[in-house]
């Protein structure tokens, strides 16, 4: 056997085919049913996420429960490949509303850590249904106008990002 041909192939060609095979379908697997890779693009996550950055959804997170706050999640725009990617501030059956830039879930003003800087939006009071999720940036030093946010349904929540 070559030189050129052992460092391509190792010494044993049938073991090195059948560990790509192996490699292949566990590849198509994960990236077909558990993760889905996205490309950050704006600067409504910063500074938790950069713009360009990727990250990967875990599809399979929420089986067997629903998301919980604090939760950054992908949801689905246009089937599976555009997504935006936000953060779970309320749930099912809360009233959320935003004074002055504090959010206030059930009228108890919600502790975010994550934000940094907060422009002072004004929201009015919204209930969330019994399937339904409020989303947010954490980037709150944007004008609100310029902020996708707002109520999801479960149904259009793809997975948890998981890194």
């Known amino acids: 056997m070559s030189f050129a041909r052992r460092i391509v192939f190792g010494s044993n060609p049938r ?7 192996v490699l292949i379908a566990i590849s198509a697997v994960t990236f077909t049913w558990v993760l889905l890779p996205v490309r950050t693009q704006g600067i409504s996550m910063q500074p938790t996420y950069q713009s360009g950055s990727l990250r990967f959804v875990n599809k399979l997170s929420y089986m067997s429960r629903g998301p919980a706050r604090g939760d950054i999640v992908a949801i689905k725009l246009a089937g599976t490949r555009v997504v935006y990617v936000k953060r779970v501030i309320g749930l099912p059956g809360e009233r959320l509303r935003i ?7 059930n009228d108890a003003p ?36 310029d902020h996708t946010l707002g109520r999801t349904d479960l149904s259009r929540i793809v997975g948890r990002v998981v890194f």
């Open 99 to 105: 004074a002055e830039g504090q959010v206030f879930i």
């Open 110 to 145: 919600l502790v975010e850590p994550y934000v940094q800087h907060r422009r002072p939006w004004e929201l009015p009071e919204v209930a969330m249904g019994t399937d339904e999720y409020f989303v947010v940036g954490d980037n709150r030093g944007m004008e609100l106008r």
């Open 15 to 21: 073991r090195t085919a059948v560990r790509l095979l």
